[in-house]
Every structure is written in structure tokens, then in C-alpha cells.
């Protein structure tokens, strides 16, 4: 391990093997630091946090700090990280809520400067969140979504892998997975096809997920009747299956 003399690393904090302490960071009693992990100078680790190996917390991150909901008492609550992460520049992770509750993130994604994620978020893997992206509690986000720069979105949102959001953005509903939204309030702009196309979709794939945004969004059909028809007239491929389980799971609605 290498940690800077000016590092304050609490007892009981756990370090894994090669380890990088920063100038005047600090790691908490509570945290897991996993092997290979670097935290750059004056990022701070807090909480009981269980971190993976080979996360990279820029300088002035804020991980493990307490939820910032205003139901919390103090309880014992955690942060899970996964592997492979980078955290840039004062970057905001927060903790649960309730007693035993957990902000978890996956592994290999990447949350640019001033990122927050909120109390009792889910976050796949392999996202990309822009600057100033900003979570709401209890949101979930599923694998390979992208968020825009200075985009909010608001608690207890749901957004479907693969999707896309666009640029100062606010999301008020779900959004479905493989799709683009965008907008103040947001729209569905329609398919994700930059993404969908990077990350090998069949045209046969993407020509039926199209096929059912136009059923969603052009038809003029309301949600429970779009189903129905999709379901009726689409071949059920997997990307189609997983689409119509997201919308009809959805509690906050869709955006339409």
C-alpha cells in the first residue's frame, strides 16, 4: 500500500492489497476498501461502505456520507460498490435510509465530475453518467445506460438499460429501456440507435424494437392497448420481452 503521510485512515477501516491513499484524504472506520483501489487526495470514504477492487475515487469524492433524506436517524445503514469504477471530481455517494437499507452501484461504470447519487439508488453496470447527472433516492438504473450533463432525475425513477438520456433533461417517469429520451420535461425521442448499434444489436433486433416504439408512441393507442397489440403482432424476442415486462412493472408510469 502506498498512503500519503498527510492521509488520516481511521482504525478499523479495512484496506485490500496496493492500495493508494492521496494527501490529506481520509477513510473511515466503517469502510471496505478493496485491492488496487486508488483515492486521490482529499476525497473522503465515510460510513460503512463495502468497496470492490479497482475503483478509482478522484479527488474530493464523497462517498459513504449519511442519507440525506429527512426521515434519518442516524441508523446504521451501508453503501455497496462494486469493481472497477472511476468517480471523478466531487462526485456525492449517499447511503440508505432505513435500518440495514443500501445504496448500491455495480461495477465498470463511469460518473463524471459532480455526479450525485442519491440514498437507496440502484445502479447496474457499465453506465456513463455525464457531468452534474443527478439522481433523486431510491432510483434504479439498469446496465448501459447513459445520462447526460446536468440531468435530474427524480426520486423513485426507473431507467431501462440501454437507454439514453440527453442533456439537461428532467425525468419526472420511467424510462424504457433501449430508448432515447430528452427534454425539460422529458420526451421519448425515440430508439437509442448510436448505442444500440455500438453494442452489436442485430438489425433483425433493432428493426423490431422500432416496431414496437411506433405501437408505444405513433399509434395513439394508451399504454394497457399498446401492450396488447406489441404482445399480439411482435415476434418476442428477448429485447422485446424484456421491453414489455419494464412498462407493465412500471409504477411511475412511462414517459410518453
Known amino acids: 500500500m502506498a498512503i500519503h503521510p ?3 485512515v481511521e482504525p478499523g477501516a479495512q484496506l485490500g492489497v496496493a492500495v493508494e491513499v492521496g494527501a490529506y484524504a481520509f477513510i473511515g472506520a466503517g469502510v471496505v476498501l478493496g485491492d488496487r483501489c486508488r483515492v486521490d487526495h482529499h476525497a473522503s470514504l465515510t460510513g460503512m461502505a463495502e468497496i470492490g477492487p479497482d475503483n478509482h475515487f478522484f479527488p474530493f469524492v464523497a462517498a459513504g456520507g449519511k442519507s440525506q433524506d429527512l426521515k434519518y436517524a442516524g441508523e446504521p445503514t451501508h453503501l455497496r ?5 472511476v468517480f471523478r471530481e466531487f462526485t456525492t ?3 440508505g435510509t432505513a435500518p440495514g437499507a443500501a445504496t448500491v452501484i455495480g461495477d465498470r461504470n463511469l460518473l463524471l465530475a459532480y455526479n450525485h447519487v442519491a440514498h437507496d439508488c440502484r445502479v447496474g453496470s457499465d ?5 452534474n447527472a443527478t439522481l433523486g433516492g431510491h432510483v434504479v438504473v439498469e446496465d448501459h445506460v447513459t445520462i447526460g450533463g446536468v440531468t435530474a432525475i427524480h426520486q423513485f425513477c426507473r431507467l431501462g438499460r440501454y437507454a439514453m438520456l440527453g442533456g439537461c433533461s428532467k425525468i419526472v417517469q420511467d424510462v424504457c429501456p ?3 429520451a430528452d427534454g425539460n420535461p422529458a420526451k421519448i425521442r425515440g430508439l437509442n440507435l448510436v448505442g444500440l448499434r455500438r453494442h452489436g444489436f442485430s438489425h433483425d433486433a433493432i ?3 422500432k416496431q414496437a416504439y411506433d405501437v408505444l408512441y405513433d399509434y395513439g393507442l394508451n399504454t394497457t392497448q399498446a401492450l396488447e397489440k406489441i404482445a399480439a403482432e411482435s415476434a418476442l424476442t428477448p429485447e422485446i420481452t424484456l421491453l414489455l415486462e419494464f ?3 412500471s409504477e411511475r408510469g412511462i414517459i410518453r
Open 127 to 131: 453506465c456513463i453518467f455525464s457531468n
Open 178 to 180: 433501449y430508448f432515447l
Open 247 to 249: 412498462v407493465k412493472n
Open 207 to 209: 428493426r423490431a424494437l
Open 93 to 95: 455517494l449517499n447511503r
Open 81 to 85: 460498490i462494486g469493481a472497477g469504477n
Open 6 to 8: 498527510t492521509a488520516i
